[in-house]
């Protein structure tokens, strides 16, 4: 599994904390609405779901910003719902809105039904992206392959879609913490099948997304969202020892020591997160990916510059980090301002 | 100014750190959309601005917590964004809906043309509600009075209403930062002559609400959002220096030491900061107040228990706690819940 034949490997290299000429760069979301050649695509395949779950275009459009802005990763284009999906709730997104499942948790009763899923078989449609976008690449660069995490995609089945206060999902923690265990354990055990049939098909790295970690009050963070990322870095870990494991918690800045204990080899932060602080409490232990403010890509283009130079040297010139945003890439941002970012890390060189 | 005649002064005591029997408890939006009597008076009001500019009714609402549950506290009824409808932006709420300006910040000329309100004039409809209800108060209580932060009102003004990630506020940060402290700095003053109108007519203390302080980089939130709510502080100690100064920053739990620092007397916690750590950083120096996660409202009462010990403990039996939640009551909470979470603070005794 150990990637050796990749011709540029600065991100795995940064993720083991081996030297580089400079960090790594890629981008949440870089593959996007805000490229028109995504959108083109986009509205080829229909609806969203139907991009989603067609290999050679998912393959397109991650191909799309690596010929653009020759970025040093590659991420799967794919949606971090598709396990609820394939679990039978039925995904799907209307024009301009989130996500919406026909069918959502409503009791215990409907935890206790979910099923195991094989991916091999009901996410075929994202093993063949993997492998179709993997063999695109030809070993130029790496592939990401990802995941959301349990406790995200717990509070998307009991939502029933997006939410702004999570109501219901607070109620079953607060309720049934038990039962919510129960539905992020089998979302763990799914979730770990899944990313092993990505990395089996090619996915050089796994990434677990938690979107909503950073909602819990911090002891049920440590309960309901990293003790199920754990036991899927450790399943991961244990099986491909050689496929680092990256997690990101947005809003999870007070919790990096806690989620560094994890055994990931490296950790996303959002924008809001100090670099050098986070360098400085766990640099050591596991690399760090992050985190200029995407907010920043509105920007002119010396404040970007200033803005992104602050992200390159808040580490003190040390391996171990990988240049990203804080968050995804929003639709209405000008390509040309990311590329005016990737350049501009580009430039920067390690003293 | 110093409200010595206050029967219950548990909040006044805590805001400076002298012994009490037990943590003051009033909630945030304690008076709102959960409570049955205030929908009859939200209806009758008609649409949510005549609520907020009928000061009669304001009081009405703002009492009707305080008739059920016995709080410590009472907090003006109002909302945060009076101060850019006294400037002119013409605020409304359409049924079930957020904040919507007619009109908005479109360009540097807009920011320059803003104007210096008289709050004793335009707002008005605000000191004489703070005046109705001090008086119906009777002295029972103190009267917390507020406004929302400069940043949090510019969001608003320069969006046009609510937003999920601010695009033209960042925008304008991040091209125009000039004049992005200029808007600010218009809002402090604004702020601060309408927190003086506020006591004097009879507020108590004094709340600042930075919502949305939290979407900033650490630099950001240094220079956008704490910086002009220094200017506020430094404005009213300077003034009133008997009226306790509360800051409260929604995702601001890595910055406790900076807030503390701009000379408040209180820092307000949402719920994902860790209340004990919180103490232990700055709790000699503020007054800490909060923050049980407000989801737990939809919890079981022996779970809910469990929470509120939590909260009550976190800071080992020294004064300077505030018992609160980390953000405001939902409208879709059972009232008797609220009740269960303030009798159980009202049970608690401090060793």
Known sequence: MLNTRIKNDRLLKALRHQPNDRPPVWLMRQAGRYLPEYRRIREQAGDFMSLCKNPHLCCEVAMQPIDRFNLDAAILFSDILTIPDAMGLELSFAENQGPQFSKRIESVSDINKLPIIDPEASLAYVTEAVRTTKSALNDTIPLIGFSGSPWTLATYMVEGGSSRTFPRTKALIYTQPQAAENLLSILAINIIEYMKAQINAGADVAMIFDTWGGVLTPPGFLRFSLKPMQKIVSALKTEYPDIPVVLFTKGGGAWLEDMAASGADGLGLDWTCD?????NR??????????????ALYGAEEIIREQVLAVLTACNNQPGHIFNLGHGIEPGVDPEKVKFVVDTVHQFRYK
Chains 1, 2 share one sequence.
């Open 275 to 279: 670099l050098g602080n986070a360098f």
């Open 282 to 295: 766990v640099g050591r232990q596991v690399a760090l990916q992050g985190n200029l403010d995407p907010g």
